[in-house]
């Protein structure tokens, strides 16, 4: 799954890695501790040359109040679930991310969190779907990350991954048709996704500082401890 996000790469850069300029109202802060409930900057098919800010928690359409909404949905049924119908068939989405977060319990104990990232890359795209949920005096845009089995990086540390597209088919996610769009929510292919050992300060989402990123005992963890035991 994918319970944490974060995106701090400087506004500039990230307008020109993605080629789109930020919309979003209340501009573009660095975030390192992004929560379910937050908002995530995403692209959607719709304003491809825009960066938006939606409500992280696809809120379902029948709900009469707001809630928090379903933070991932699973790429390989959500095409079956009538919650999220209208925006697998046409609401594709692009989440941004300079990494995310995922926590392991070795042999039962407390659970020890990870960061994850892109070792060539300081922003990307996670595959998503958004929403507008409708009350009676307001409208909440809404997004949920999609996600799939974990790759052998991912392996060690959860039983789930986000979908986290190749730079090279952001573009298709958001153009393809639902049958092409579902061939691409796979384990990340490539070798450039890297993981270590943060602190519990992310557990708390207060902490939201560069700190959250520092390495565990300042040293980065490769995936040879991970498949370690």
């Known amino acids: 799954m994918c319970g944490r996000n974060s995106l701090f790469i400087d506004q500039a850069d990230l307008e020109a890695r993605f080629d789109a ?25 719709e304003a491809s040359d825009e960066i938006d800010a939606y409500h992280w928690g696809l809120i379902p ?15 390989d049924t959500a ?27 070795p042999n039962g104990g407390s659970k020890q969190p990870y960061r994850i990232y892109r070792e060539d890359d300081p922003a990307f795209a996670m ?17 949920t990350i999609l996600t799939t089995e974990p790759n052998d990086l991912m392996n060690s540390i959860h039983d789930r991954m986000p979908v986290v597209l190749p730079q090279d088919v952001e573009s298709d996610w958001l153009t393809a048709d639902p049958d092409t769009r579902k061939e691409l929510c796979q384990p990340y292919p490539k070798e450039d996704l890297d993981a270590y050992e943060i602190s519990t300060r992310v557990n708390n989402p207060g902490n939201d500082d560069p700190q959250v990123i520092k390495p565990l005992d300042h040293e980065q963890s490769g995936l040879g401890e991970f498949n370690s035991g």
């Open 79 to 105: 095409d079956e679930k009538r919650v999220f119908e209208q925006a697998w068939e046409s609401r594709p989405c692009l989440v941004l991310s300079s990494g995310f977060y995922e926590w392991k319990a």
């Open 127 to 143: 595959a998503g779907l958004w929403e507008v949920w409708e009350g009676d005096n307001e409208t909440i845009s809404c997004v």
């Open 21 to 45: 300029q930020v919309v979003a109202d209340g501009g573009y802060s660095p975030r390192y501790n992004i929560t379910p409930g937050d908002n995530l900057h995403i692209i959607t098919a």
């Open 61 to 75: 359409f029948w709900a009469d109040q707001p809630e928090e909404g379903i933070i991932n949905a699973r790429s």
